[in-house]
């Protein structure tokens, strides 16, 4: 089943750095085929479609798809090992007669080598103030302005971004302030 907007949003990743530094697991011993085995330390890369939104953001459709995705050659498509980061936000009914829309906030990585794809998620769970006597409604204010803005293009940084945001909260609107996880300031707006 399609997860459509508004019901379901994509994740918008920041702060993952350019390339990253793994240790193999002991499932890397079991699998032939691959040229890594168990403690192997290997260097990943983003590669070209790592932070790309494939998809447009349309109501009653299937939300975009958008990857943090990192692999020992820097390609999306030959390696021997590639990390994937994913996620989306699902908003639901935690019982049939719920006064409030649930968000269950999923947040996974897949690992795929040599016939090897193992996912692992997990999974936050927040109550939201959106009633449910209707459905979830898109954002009724979009942001007056949204730009990226790219760090120096130097061989270490040339795939960091920071993103700013400005516009106004709709009115009786509340603001949620506090850490994500995977490090970073955060506001959500109600």
């Not at 699998?31 to 890369?45: C, D, I, K, W």
């Not at 942001?143 to 790219?150: G, K, M, N, R």
Request: charged content about 20%; some cysteine; overall charge negative.
């Amino acid at each position: 089943m399609a997860d459509l907007y508004p019901q379901s949003l994509p994740c918008r990743f920041e702060g993952f750095p350019p390339r990253i530094r793994v240790v193999c697991g002991r499932a890397f011993s079991e699998r032939p085929g691959t040229p890594y085995s168990f403690g192997s330390r290997v260097t990943l890369a983003q590669t070209p479609k790592s932070g790309q939104t494939f998809g447009d953001l349309t109501v009653g459709q299937p939300i975009p798809t958008t990857e943090i995705i990192y692999a020992d050659t820097g390609d999306d498509d030959h390696y021997n090992l590639k990390i994937s980061h994913y996620g989306l936000g699902r908003f639901y009914l935690a019982a049939a007669d719920a006064a409030w829309f649930s968000l269950a906030v999923v947040k996974g990585l897949r690992l795929e080598a040599a016939g090897l794809c193992r996912a692992f998620e997990t999974v936050d769970v927040w109550e939201t103030r959106i009633p449910a006597s209707g459905p979830v409604p898109p954002p009724s204010v979009a942001p007056e302005a949204i730009w990226l803005e790219d760090a120096q293009d130097t061989a270490e940084t040339d795939r960091v971004r920071a993103t700013w945001f400005t516009g106004d909260i709709p009115a009786g609107g509340r603001i949620v302030r506090g850490r994500l996880q995977l490090a970073g300031d955060v506001a959500v707006g109600f």
